[in-house]
């Protein structure tokens, strides 16, 4: 089955500045890449996707980029803002069941 | 509006009692799923019904039972339940075969005492 790595475990950053969080995959049938942001005691809430056909996405601050070759992708995030602490998600669909496995979560803390 | 509503928010529960959990989306999606969330903050998926139909069973233990009644609903039934079932368990929905708008609702924290 599908399994992704996510790197690193904490980050922290002072504001205004970037924040760069790394994932890779195993399954090479992984078609769907979505980041999801989870604030505390609430759900994952999707902040950005991008699909297998697509190298790169943006939308406003926050970026995604997909090397499928290498299996990788990583989530942006530029002129961070303290409500930008968070723990970050990355994940990979694979198959038709739409089955989202997930990394091991990023707990970013932006620092004033 | 909530898109994925989850009952109860919370559920302290002894050792050895049976508990459920609801869900309901209104999103019009046709896949709804079960995650769990250990201590660790780490998601793994449980189980997916798609159109009341059963299409993702992890391994996990048979004293969890869900049922969907319908494509908008899926409910959670723990049997015997142990204090190693302590955790959060959230309810999802997306459309099948691409994933797009997969959402979450806002979780159960279960603890077995």
């Known amino acids: 089955g599908e399994n992704v790595e996510q790197h690193p475990s904490t980050l922290s950053v002072q504001e205004g500045d970037s924040a760069v969080i790394k994932c890779t995959y195993s399954d090479s049938a992984s078609n769907y890449f979505p980041w999801y942001k989870q604030e505390l005691g609430k759900g994952p809430q999707l902040i950005i996707d991008i699909r297998s056909n697509v190298g790169e996405k943006k939308d406003q601050r926050i970026a995604v980029t997909l090397n499928k070759t290498a299996k990788h992708f990583s989530l942006h995030i530029t002129e961070t803002q303290p409500e930008d602490s968070a723990v970050y998600f990355c994940?990979?669909?694979?198959?038709?069941?739409?089955?989202?496995?997930f990394g091991t979560g990023t707990r970013l803390q932006v620092t004033l | 509006d909530t898109a994925v509503s989850q009952t109860p928010k919370y559920l302290v529960t002894q050792m050895g009692n049976d508990k459920s959990i609801k869900c309901e989306q209104n999103?019009?999606?046709?896949?709804m799923y079960w995650y769990k969330q250990d201590s660790k903050k780490f998601l793994k998926i449980m189980f997916s019904y798609n159109n009341k139909e059963l299409i993702i069973n992890e391994t996990v233990p048979n004293r969890f039972s869900p049922k969907s009644p319908d494509k908008a609903h899926l409910n959670l039934h723990i049997n015997s339940l142990e204090l190693g079932d302590s955790a959060v368990y959230f309810c999802a929905s997306s459309h099948l075969g691409s994933g797009y708008g997969y959402t979450f609702g806002s979780g159960t924290r279960l603890t077995v005492v």
């Open positions: 994940a990979a669909v694979t198959g038709t069941a739409s089955k989202l496995t």
């Open positions: 999103l019009g999606h046709d896949t």
